[in-house]
């Protein structure tokens, strides 16, 4: 046993108090550590299901989109690139594209489709450009642009009003075999 003793029993409130205190202040600030991981942890669980869901919906919208989109269809793949090549002539006239080459290239097999594959070199003026495109984009049976190229186009007359355009687009679609 020991011989210690207070001289002074203020002394001894003080001190447990204090030691009191600060085990309260420590145990607080473990508390607030604790909570702040875990308040993380939930924000990122949050965010994954936020955009696991987001990832639910386009596949769900692709899905139904897949189910929408219209083919050509034709006895055989040869007759659908023709009425494809048609159809890029008739579009072109719409918005005043002078195509010069239209050229039928390959035609393949892609899962349960064939996929046909055009190459149109043509000119077309700057304010008719956005709606050739947005006419391509909104075609029926789909039309997939798969690589486009511009450059100023030459120009005989130099007084023109409208800047041309020489345009180069390798278009493809699919066909139901």
């Known amino acids: 046993m020991s011989s210690f003793t207070f001289q002074?029993?203020?002394a001894v409130r003080r001190v447990g108090t204090t030691i009191i205190l600060l085990s309260s202040a420590a145990l607080?600030?473990?508390a607030f550590l604790i909570w702040s991981v875990i308040a993380s942890r939930y924000d990122r669980l949050s965010s994954m299901n936020g955009t696991i869901a987001r990832a639910e919906q386009l596949l769900q919208a692709s899905q139904s989109n897949q189910a929408q989109v219209s083919l050509y269809e034709n006895e055989t793949p040869q007759?659908?690139?023709s009425e494809m090549q048609s159809d890029m002539q008739d579009l072109a006239g719409e918005f005043n594209?002078?195509?010069e080459v239209i050229r039928a290239d390959q035609v393949e097999q892609v899962a349960n489709?064939?996929?046909m594959v055009l190459t149109l070199n043509g000119v077309v003026s700057e304010s008719q450009l956005g709606g050739y495109l947005g006419a391509l984009a909104r075609h029926e049976p789909m039309i997939v642009v798969d690589n486009i190229g511009l450059r100023r186009a030459r120009s005989t007359n130099r007084n023109?009003?409208?800047r041309l355009l020489a345009i180069q687009l390798k278009l493809s679609s699919y066909t139901k075999q």
């Open 8 to 10: 002074n029993s203020a």
């Open 28 to 30: 607080i600030l473990l």
């Open 79 to 81: 007759l659908s690139q």
């Open 97 to 99: 594209v002078r195509l």
């Open 113 to 115: 489709n064939v996929r």
């Open 160 to 162: 023109q009003e409208e």
